[in-house]
């Protein structure tokens, strides 16, 4: 990876933190945009409001989308960007794709374990290690010029929750978009 922007701060990096069975973990919901200075994403504890890191993967769960009209309409009126979408969620999972894991062993060790055994395949990246990369993902985006909500990629349609999305950047593998969903099952 190469090196990162002035006032990255890692997840490793990041300040106080909880600690849950001896490990430290992120805050219980975020906020989560992109970050157009470091080309990043920002997450932010959404209890306190305060940057917890930057990251260029983000896994959360029970995601609702996040549009601040008054922010949308500066964007409209200034032709200017500003921070005034996000994503809101659970925290599962914050950093680069990868394929090990750790677990805790006898309440005290970690055992490091392969989550899939894509490596000896003509690919780099499976849907084990890439799950944005499986069929029950859509695509998503923002552009405040367009839409006043996040839209589906293909049926530009709004999207308003998700049991899970993941946020990427730029820098990240897989598929081109940076937002992926689980749509809502269809009423039958």
């Not at 993967?57 to 008054?70: E, G, I, S, T």
């Not at 499986?134 to 695509?139: D, P």
Request: overall charge positive; charged content about 35%.
């Amino acid at each position: 990876m190469s090196k990162e922007p002035k006032g990255f701060i890692s997840w490793k990096d990041a300040g106080p933190r909880k600690v849950v069975d001896g490990c430290p973990v992120a805050p219980d919901r975020v906020k989560v945009y992109f970050n157009l200075q470091k080309d990043c994403l920002s997450v932010i504890d959404a209890e306190t409001g305060l940057l917890y890191c930057h990251a260029h993967r983000v896994d959360l769960r029970n995601a609702k989308f996040r549009v601040q009209p008054a922010g949308r309409e500066r964007v409209l009126r200034e032709k200017r960007k500003n921070v005034h979408a996000y994503v809101v969620g659970d925290c599962y999972d914050i950093g680069e794709v990868s394929k090990e894991r750790f677990r805790l062993v006898d309440n005290e060790l970690f055992e490091k374990y392969s989550i899939c055994d894509c490596s000896d395949k003509p690919y780099d990246y499976c849907e084990e290690c890439t799950p944005e990369s499986s069929e029950e993902f859509r695509g998503g985006y923002y552009n405040p010029y367009k839409h006043e909500t996040f839209v589906d990629d293909v049926e530009k349609t709004p999207i308003h929750k998700s049991s899970r999305v993941i946020l990427r950047d730029k820098t990240a593998v897989g598929p081109h978009y940076n937002i992926f969903y689980i749509p809502k099952p269809k009423k039958k």
